[in-house]
């Protein structure tokens, strides 16, 4: 694996619960990604950053929020969980803003119940 | 805003057997396409095509990209049963396809 983290692997949560799930990576690349991948939809970006405290929306932001602190961590937060959250959700790192290749962490599978 | 779709979603070969897999996009702002190979959990790299780079090939597997038609092929000859994944495809800023699922028998 390309030096990226995610924690935790499995979470089982309820509706209306905060979760946080957290990205590390230990590659210094300049840009981080959530993506969430769901059957029938593939992987839809969620937040991505392109550096310390400069985050931006992707497709599917409503009812998620980011930080990035540090360079070499990212957040995801579902602020209030929800039925229609469950999925796998995937962390990405690259060193480059879109072009390029990028690094995917192994996954987190999320169901809220 | 971007669109990519990928076909088919759905893919039984035989070992031994040639896929041709489709990807077409629609981007406001056209800088690269990638493609992705995903067996168990994260998807891995596999190639990326831009305009000053239309065609690339790693083994048995390659893949063209046709920028007045808007679409890329993935192509893999001589398939095995490791070749069984989800390829996906994803277009500047990483819009994804849904992914093609391949299962390659023995």
């Known amino acids: 694996d390309a030096g990226i983290t995610q924690s935790p692997r499995h979470k089982v949560t309820e509706t209306g619960t905060p979760v946080t799930l957290r990205c590390h990576q230990t590659?210094?690349?300049?840009?981080m990604y959530w993506y969430r991948q769901d059957p029938g939809h593939g992987l839809r970006l969620i937040h991505y950053?392109?550096?310390?405290?400069?985050?931006d929306k992707g497709e599917v932001s409503d009812g998620y929020s980011v930080s990035r602190s540090k360079t070499e961590d990212f957040l995801l937060t579902l602020e209030s969980a929800t039925s229609s959250q469950t999925s796998v959700y995937f962390c990405?790192?690259?060193?480059?803003?879109?072009?390029?290749?990028?690094?995917f962490g192994s996954g987190t599978q999320l169901s809220v119940l | 805003e971007d669109k990519v779709v990928q076909s088919p979603l759905s893919l039984v070969v035989h070992e031994g057997d040639t896929v041709t897999l489709n990807c077409s996009y629609e981007?406001?702002?056209?800088?690269?396409l990638l493609w992705y190979k995903q067996e168990k959990k994260a998807p891995t790299f596999l190639f990326m095509l831009?305009?000053?780079?239309i065609e690339k090939k790693s083994g048995r597997l390659s893949s063209i990209l046709d920028k007045k038609e808007l679409f890329s092929i993935l192509n893999i000859t001589a398939t095995q049963t490791g070749d069984s994944a989800i390829y996906l495809c994803?277009?500047?800023?990483?819009?994804f396809g849904e992914g093609t699922q391949l299962t390659v028998n023995p």
């Open positions: 831009t305009s000053s780079g």
């Open positions: 590659e210094n690349h300049r840009y």
């Open positions: 981007v406001t702002n056209f800088r690269s």
């Open positions: 990405a790192i690259g060193p480059t803003g879109g072009i390029g290749e990028l690094f």
């Open positions: 950053s392109y550096g310390v405290k400069d985050t």
């Open positions: 994803a277009v500047f800023r990483l819009t």
